[in-house]
């Protein structure tokens, strides 16, 4: 089949040379969900495209404005709050943070950050000019130094 189509409908387990309209392209992440038995299948709807998109561009570093011009959004105040939750935003703010306490020579110079996802059993220990804070899972610090 020779066709310069990106999607095609599938039916009856074979694909069809035939437009896919944007009801059933709407319908796709629904009829995934429902799929992989996810709870509220119904519930994943058609922007579930465009806020996945949106976040994996903020993800990659993506400005407000390339990810609002991307999805469409006439407001870049949307795509503000991908960009201000996305992954490598929340990065970057630690490392600035972390660059302003040390220069005040509250923090050893050993700095990282841990984004994985399957943490848990929160284990805090402090020695000298250096904090370190482990296996944590859903957590925000506030940390206050004298």
């Known amino acids: 089949m020779s066709t310069d189509r990106v999607f095609l409908k599938y039916s009856q387990g074979l694909c069809i040379k035939q437009v896919v309209g944007n009801n059933t392209f ?3 992440p629904s009829t995934i969900a429902r799929y992989l038995n996810l709870i509220d299948a119904h519930k994943y709807t058609g922007h579930a495209f ?9 993800n990659e570093g993506m400005n407000v404005d390339e990810v609002g011009r991307q999805v469409g959004w006439k ?3 949307t795509a503000s709050g991908y960009i201000e939750e996305s992954i490598t935003n929340k990065l970057e703010v630690s490392k600035l943070i972390a ?3 040390q220069k005040g020579g509250n923090i050893g110079s050993d700095i990282s950050v841990s984004t ?3 943490v848990k ?12 804070i482990t296996n944590n899972q859903n957590c925000t610090f506030n940390i206050y130094l004298k």
Not at 50 to 58: F, P, V
């Open 26 to 28: 709407r319908k796709c």
């Open 50 to 58: 465009r806020r996945t998109s949106a976040t994996i561009m903020a």
């Open 121 to 132: 059993n929160t284990q805090i220990s402090s020695a000298a000019s250096q904090l370190t």
């Open 75 to 77: 407001s870049s105040s």
């Open 99 to 101: 660059g302003a306490v």
């Open 116 to 118: 994985d996802k399957n």
